[in-house]
Each structure stands twice: as C-alpha cells, then as structure tokens.
C-alpha cells in the first residue's frame, strides 16, 4: 500500500514543519515516508501533555540542517530527541554526536531487510556516543521513554505514566475477566 504520507500534522506550525514553539521534545524523521511510523510517537506526547515539534531531517539529503538543528536544539528548550530512520539509519547516532540532549532511535521498517539494517544501524552505535533504541517501528515506546525522561524533573508526568500503566493493566484483566466468562 502507498504510504500515508498526509501532511496534516505538518502544518499546525508557526515556522512549518515545527509544531510547537517551546518543544520539549523534537521528533524527526529522515523522510515523509516515515511519518506513519512516527505519528504514534506525535500521539503520546499529546496525551501526556508535552509540547513537541515534528520534522523531517535527512542525515544524507539535508546534513547541514541536520548539523544545525542538533546543534540548536538544547538552546531552543528541547530536552529529549526522538529520530526515527530507515535502511541505513545513521540520523539518530549523526544527531547524537551533535548534542548532548538524551536521543531516542526509532527504527523503521523501510526496506527490503525488514527494518532490521535499521535496527542494527541504531543500536550498534560506537563507543562514546550513546543512542537510546527501541523496537522497530515502536514510536511509541520512544515517546513513552521521552515522557519517562521528562518526569525526572516533572512530577505531573510521573503520576501520568502510573496512570497510564495502570490502564494497561486495567485493559489486560478486562480481556481475562471476558475469557473467563
Ligand atoms: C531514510 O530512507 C528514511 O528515514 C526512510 O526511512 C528511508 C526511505 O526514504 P524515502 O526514499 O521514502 O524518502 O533516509
């Protein structure tokens, strides 16, 4: 199927593609074709209630703004990135080296290798530069670890994320109570 490439979420920005103008978190993704494995991630953080910026930034095709927006980032407020990437996926461990900001690695399945040259060009980051990885395709759990990171300093989201886990609990033993019927 085509991949689902709608803008929307986009062009909620002031200074497009960006999304919000305090980002705690800058999500960016090497190309369009990764948004729909990204939007999970958009979703999160909307739940949580954290400000976050979306983008896309290309180690390969856009290395200078890729340079400029690591760079940047701690300045302009943001305290955790999350980088989603396909095929040889050098965009989270490239934006890593230019910041000292927490990064999160997204692994996308966008090749004929099931997204696991992904994965591996995520987390076999090099001695000295770490580039925190989650599953494949699971923005989700980037977010979720982004949130994490946050409620270090914000108790708020500690007592959001105990909810939410409680929820998930909550969903599992609704399914057993069903099976038990
Ligand atoms: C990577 O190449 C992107 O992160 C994407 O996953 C993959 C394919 O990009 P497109 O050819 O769809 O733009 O840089």
Redo the contacts with the bound molecule.
């Keep these: 199927a085509e ?1 689902d490439r709608d803008a929307d979420i986009f062009e909620t920005s002031p200074h497009k593609p960006f999304s919000s103008n305090h980002p705690l978190v800058s999500i960016v ?6 948004l729909p ?1 990204m939007k999970p991630a958009a979703q999160i953080l909307t739940k949580f209630g954290v400000e976050f910026e979306l983008s896309i930034v ?4 856009t290395a200078m703004r890729m340079e400029e927006f690591a760079h940047k980032a701690e300045e302009r407020g943001v305290r955790v990135i999350i980088a ?6 050098h ?1 989270p461990g490239m934006v890593a080296s230019a910041t000292s900001l927490p990064v999160v690695g997204v692994p ?4 004929v290798l099931d997204g696991v040259d ?1 994965l591996y060009s995520i987390v076999q980051m090099p001695r000295g530069i770490p580039c925190a990885t989650v599953g494949i395709n699971n923005s989700t759990n980037a977010a979720l670890l982004a949130v994490r990171i946050l409620s270090t300093y914000q108790p708020r989201l500690r007592r959001a994320l105990e909810d939410y886990a409680h929820g998930l609990e909550d969903e599992v033993l609704a399914k057993v109570g069903k099976i038990e019927e």
């Design positions: 991949p993704m090497g190309s369009d074709s990764d494995v290309s180690a390969h095709r989603g990437a396909g095929g040889a996926a965009l996308v399945k966008a090749s992904s």
